[in-house]
């Protein structure tokens, strides 16, 4: 290629980045080798290195750049100087008239081939050093759009070049010590997608928070996408399962999160600037910026980039408000993730409390303290004191100098694809984005703790607290004949998790989603005409924005939580436990308190079982029902596994496996199995029974000591007469193993006992129980202590503690 300076997309490649830069380079990858498997980008032509560096030599410029680096790195210039006389060295200069020729040439053909005259295109810079696995420069050269007319274009691809030399791509270069003179800067020109009439957004085919690389994450806001990479905007945030995305009967999405999108950028009408922000109407606020076809067809174009690179990508796409068709403007390899290990990583914890001033989306999975320094203004960029705690409104590249000095990062607006996130991650400084209000809550200098170790949501805490980090090594984890599987919380916790090497997930509870996802009482959105509270109602407003249908709220919202805590595990089964709330615990939900009365002792209560098939909660029942069932045949988890909790009377499992098949769950039917909890002393002694109308049983540990034992577990007075080890407990528990075998149903157990107590653990191995469910923080050192179970009972010398006699 080397003598050309105007190529087409189509004509080059990656192996061209020496000449056209990473950026150019992907889309030429991607028009020439991927248009054929569906995924559209936007026709153009690049400018190349020859390009450049015959502009450089026509005006004179090599010896100027010396000049200025030469006075910058004695300290005779300072950085803002250089820069600016740089840039203004190269908008003074003038194309070589054949390259000039060329351009006008090409954008003619571009806009004659899309049948319009002077054709809007998007004019971009890529450098040859830029978007290399180990170093991102993306952002550090600038992008101009809506650029229409000959004139316009020429003047816009000087000002590319002289990009080069903005603060920030000066800075950059000198901390990854590029010399300045080695980077050329090749031009893209593509034709403008018209997403000011739609929307757009950025796109990784890794999950950004946490690198699990199932998961396809999405962040869509209306307009151009300028406003999600820049971190302008609250963009709406979906993920995508891409193991399910070849089954063409199944949608895999597993979050679905509505941003705010309270700005966007569309083309100005008139006057010298191309583009203007303007506010987002409300209609727009309210709604997604994507279908669901068109999350999947995203989706499905990340695995195939992805494929095709073989590396974790990060790409941009865009939505044509004229066609309505989906195009990728953009693909880059991910430069955080895929650098780390698989079977090595560390987890940070609290341990101290301090009161919660602001959260956010939490960026990255540590902790960090330091003094809060408030920058509203980036004029004030330089008061900025090493190692605080930056808090500002959003961040675009010229604020990376001062993000290399800080200790964590906290941002007003912007979502995990923003500016601030992307950055932040590549620093490895946690970061809090999208706090709404951080800049007006956090007082200037104030002591603060950032804490992204908690899941997606990012928490800044008073105060300096105290925190511990544990290095993790999944080398060594030993294969057990006993399934160890692990409890999970919440959807965020099992991506925390996703690399531990476990046989599923024995015990996903369903109340935590509705109690921190939905928040609302099920009876409440089927019948919101019984709650008269206004602050009640305003609360339900908010919370469903986006949703006509309320109980729509509850299903949709329960199906992506649950999916999403299970795609870490597919295809290993994922037991979900249907609600166990206790009627005060249901009360404390928004509008609870109409649907709920007060009980003496609500743990032996109106709970569990006994709900689904009353009429005081029987269409809340069926919202869970239509939650599961489209997380099975829509989403595509076949491996769910239903449990049903606190079932006192075989009568009663009838009662609820009827009300289950009534609302579209039939046991047996698609490959369903319902497990239910062994906690109840019934449930041991007529296990035979039971075992006739269930798949499997799990043990719970907490209540069926509780009932044998006739202690509370609440109770703080009696917590040292609660051991799952008391000889009466055990014996319950091999009777349980015992009959499930013979009837020749799988028993595990998912209680705290074999996370608190490893002699515990052992002593069920000595049973043969089928699989232990572990808390994730006590896997590692609960595995091995299965193991060595396993191996002295291979040997016939179980421990004394084994059978009931612990």
Not at 428 to 454: F, K, M, Q, W
Request: glycine share 8%; charged share 25%; with cysteine.
């Amino acid at each position: 290629m080397r003598g050309r300076e105007v190529v087409w997309f189509n004509s080059i490649g990656l192996t061209d980045i020496p000449q056209v830069g990473g950026k150019n380079a992907s889309l030429g990858e991607m028009v020439r080798s991927l248009s054929a498997r569906g995924v559209r980008v936007p026709n153009g032509f690049a400018t190349t290195a020859d390009a450049f560096r015959a502009f450089i030599d026509a005006n004179g410029l090599e010896s100027v750049i010396r000049e200025q680096f030469d006075r910058y790195h004695s300290g005779r210039a300072s950085l803002r100087e250089t820069g600016q006389n740089l840039r203004e060295a190269f908008l003074a200069g003038e194309f070589p008239a054949a390259i000039a020729d060329d351009i006008r040439v090409f954008y003619r053909t571009l806009s004659r081939d899309a049948e319009v005259t002077n054709l809007p295109v998007a004019v971009r810079s890529s450098a040859t050093a830029e978007d290399l696995p180990d170093a991102s420069f993306a952002g550090q050269q600038e992008t101009f759009l809506n650029v229409s007319g000959e004139r316009d274009l020429l003047d816009a691809c000087r000002r590319c070049y002289a990009s080069l030399f903005t603060d920030r791509a000066i800075s950059y270069r000198e901390v990854k010590k590029f010399d300045h003179l080695d980077v050329a800067l090749s031009i893209g020109v593509q034709r403008m997608v018209r997403s000011d009439l739609a929307g757009s957004g950025v796109m990784f085919s890794i999950d950004t928070d946490t690198g699990f690389p199932g998961a396809a994450v999405i962040s869509a806001a209306w307009g151009l996408g300028e406003t999600v990479v820049q971190g302008a905007v609250d963009p709406d945030k979906y993920l995508v399962f891409k193991a399910l995305l070849d089954e063409p009967d199944y949608e895999p999405i597993i979050e679905k999160t509505l941003g705010r999108k309270d700005r966007k950028m569309t083309y100005a009408e008139g006057g010298s600037a191309r583009t203007r922000v303007i506010d987002t109407p409300e209609r727009e606020r309210r709604a997604f910026v994507l279908s669901n076809a068109e999350i999947v067809q995203l989706g499905r174009w990340s695995a195939i980039v992805e494929s095709h690179y073989g590396r974790a990508m990060d790409m941009e796409w865009a939505k044509d408000g004229l066609t309505g068709e989906l195009f990728l403007v953009q693909a880059r390899p991910e430069t955080v993730h895929s650098q780390k290990s698989l079977t090595r990583f560390s987890v940070s914890r609290l341990t101290e409390t301090g009161p919660l001033l602001i959260s956010g989306v939490a960026i990255g999975d540590s902790i960090a303290s330091g003094s809060a320094c408030v920058i509203r203004d980036p004029a004030d960029i330089e008061n900025f004191r090493d190692g605080a705690i930056l808090v500002t409104e959003m961040t675009d590249p010229d604020w990376v100098p001062i993000m290399t000095r800080a200790a964590g990062i906290i941002t007003d607006h912007g979502g995990p694809t923003s500016h601030a996130a992307i950055v932040s991650r590549e620093l490895g400084v946690p970061a809090v984005v999208g706090t709404r209000n951080a800049t007006e809550v956090l007082a200037e200098d104030a002591p603060i703790t950032i804490s992204c170790a908690e899941g997606d949501e990012g928490f800044v805490y008073a105060g300096i607290l105290a925190s511990e980090t544990e290095q993790i090594d999944l080398g060594a984890v030993p294969i057990t004949r006993t399934q160890v599987m692990v409890n999970i919380a919440s959807p965020a916790a099992a991506f925390e998790w996703w690399r531990l090497p476990t046989a599923g997930v024995g015990l996903a509870r369903m109340e935590f989603i509705i109690n921190n996802l939905i928040k609302i009482h099920p009876m409440a959105l089927v019948h919101p005409e019984r709650v008269t509270d206004p602050a009640v109602l305003r609360q339900i407003t908010e919370l469903t924005r986006g949703y006509d249908d309320l109980g729509e709220y509850f299903v949709n919202t329960l199906a992506l939580g649950i999916a999403k805590l299970g795609a870490p595990y597919y295809p290993h089964p994922v037991i979900v436990r249907l609600s166990d709330f206790k009627s005060n615990e249901y009360a404390h939900l928004i509008g609870g308190d109409v649907f709920e009365q007060a009980e003496e002792n609500p743990m032996l209560g109106f709970r569990g079982a006994s709900r689904y098939y009353d009429a005081k909660y029987a269409e809340g029942f069926a919202l869970e029902c239509r939650a599961l069932k489209r997380v099975r045949e829509r989403i595509g988890f076949s491996n769910v596994i239903v449990m049903v909790p606190f079932c006192r009377t075989t009568t009663e499992a009838d009662r609820v496996l009827a009300a289950m098949a009534k609302n579209g769950l039939v046991r047996g039917e698609n490959g369903l199995q319902v497990y239910m909890m062994c906690e109840i002393p019934a449930n041991v002694i007529l296990a035979e029974q039971f075992a006739t109308r269930f798949d499997g049983f799990s043990i719970g540990s907490n209540d069926l000591t509780q009932l044998v034992l006739g202690v509370d577990r609440d109770s703080g007075a009696l917590a040292a007469l609660f051991d799952e080890r008391n000889e009466a407990v055990t014996r319950m528990i091999s009777e349980a193993i015992d009959k499930a075998h013979a009837a020749g149903i799988k028993i595990g157990i998912c209680g705290q006992g074999p996370s608190n107590y490893p002699d515990f653990a052992e002593f069920l191995v000595g049973e043969g129980i089928d699989s232990i469910s572990l808390n994730p923080d006590s896997f590692l050192k609960t595995v091995h202590r299965i193991k060595e179970a396993e191996m002295v009972g291979a040997t016939g010398e179980w421990p004394t503690s084994t059978r009931a006699s612990m």
